[in-house]
């Protein structure tokens, strides 16, 4: 059966995407999981220590409530690459790549800034331009595929909520 050429952004393009789809999603899904757990690893051995001992506001979520939320979060930042990284390449399609690596490598180095140099005021200006990262690859990738944009709406809401409590916890400390 041959399938005509769908609009960019409509529907995935043609016979045989279906496969270079699973494997791209399934991919980077991977790679924000992966990242998501070595971040992990960092926070795991903070919390009880040093995290425990910090002022925080009384919006703060429960410790149990971050391990969940993450992990959504991270398939759904995989999910957002992948369907972008299997559209057929394009020059809007490397800027939205360049813009989901950047994201992810500023998710991390917020990890690292804050349990790992227990610095949350680097933190908090790091968060700002992850924040700008995130809405930079939501603006490329709605170029390509509108999905991709749509996917990472929790993810932006999430980190705005994560630089209030920054601010917060800045100010507390």
Do not use: C
């Not at 409509?10 to 899904?29: P, Q, S, V």
């Not at 972008?84 to 180095?109: G, I, K, T």
């Amino acid at each position: 059966m041959i399938r005509k050429k769908a609009t960019p952004g409509t529907e995935f393009y043609l016979h045989g995407m279906n496969t270079r789809l699973t494997i791209r999603i399934t991919a980077l899904t991977l790679l924000a999981l992966i990242v998501g757990a070595s971040t992990g690893l960092l926070t795991a051995n903070a919390i009880p220590t040093w995290y425990a001992t910090l002022n925080k506001p009384a919006f703060n979520p429960p410790n149990w409530i971050f391990g969940p939320v993450w992990t959504v979060l991270y398939v759904l930042i995989g999910l957002a690459g992948g369907i972008v990284w299997a559209q057929f390449r394009s020059p809007e399609r490397d800027r939205a790549m360049s813009a989901w690596a950047l994201q992810l490598a500023l998710n991390a180095l917020w990890t690292v800034l804050f349990f790992g140099l227990r610095s949350p005021l680097l933190a908090l200006v790091e968060i700002v331009a992850l924040l700008a990262a995130i809405r930079w690859y939501m603006a490329r990738s709605q170029d390509v595929h509108p999905w991709a944009h749509h996917l990472l709406w929790p993810y932006l809401a999430w980190v705005g909520f994560a630089m209030v409590l920054n601010m917060a916890i800045v100010y507390l400390n």
